[in-house]
Each structure stands twice: as C-alpha cells, then as structure tokens.
C-alpha cells in the first residue's frame, strides 16, 4: 500500500520561504509523476507543481519563478520549494504521486494527507 507523507507546512510572512517534502511510505512498483496541489477555502484543489520520472517539470503559472519542485528518486521523495511566498499561496497543499503500487495494480493516483501552509501579509 503506497502511503504519502508530507512534512514542511506552516506559518510563514510574505516574501519568505518554506520547504515542502513528501516521502513514500510502503511498496511502490512503478511511479509515473509526483507532485503538489493545494487546496483554499472554498476554491477548486489546483495542480501547483509535478515532476515525472523522466524529470520534466510542470508549474502552475501563479508558482513559475517563484516554487521549485524537485525529487530524489532514490529515496522516493518529491520537495517543493517555495520561495516569495504571498499571502494568496495560503492553502492545504497535497503531495500527490501517480503510479503503481505492484504489477497488478493498473496506474493510480495517491494523495497524502495535506499540510497546511499560511502566509500573512
């Protein structure tokens, strides 16, 4: 059972900086993509950042020049780096990963918990 666990949320003022990570937890056969959401109240979860198994990033446009997300394949671990933070970035942000749990399984999505992360003004 592939489980996600996320570590890096908080308080923090406009313009600093905080660091998500997001580790595998269990057996994962495969991985396609990992990656963050986040979700405000009352608002849509969005797509903020992913990166494949290939590397090729995707960023929301609220994010580009601002976050970085990068991974460590080798721990199975994806991190997002929030720099400039806004007070508008304040939201549950989700590590998402995209893959396999054994052979059998087909291609799926998981979601780890969520860590909260506000920023004031």
């Known amino acids: 059972q592939v489980q996600l666990v996320e570590s890096g949320g908080g308080l923090a003022q406009a313009g600093e900086s905080l660091r998500l990570s997001c580790a595998v937890s269990g057996t994962v056969f495969s991985i396609n993509a990992m990656g963050w959401y986040r979700q405000a109240p009352g608002k849509q979860r969005e797509l903020v950042a992913a990166?494949?198994?290939?590397?090729?990033?995707n960023y929301a446009d609220f994010v580009k020049g601002r976050f970085t997300i990068s991974r460590n394949s080798a721990k199975n671990t994806v991190y997002l780096q929030m720099d400039s933070l806004k007070p508008e970035d304040t939201a549950v942000y989700y590590c998402?990963?995209?893959?396999?749990?054994?052979?059998?399984?087909?291609?799926?999505?998981?979601w780890g918990q969520g860590t909260q992360v506000t920023v004031s003004s």
């Open positions: 990166v494949t198994r290939t590397d090729s990033t």
């Open positions: 998402y990963l995209h893959g396999r749990s054994n052979s059998y399984d087909q291609p799926r999505a998981y």
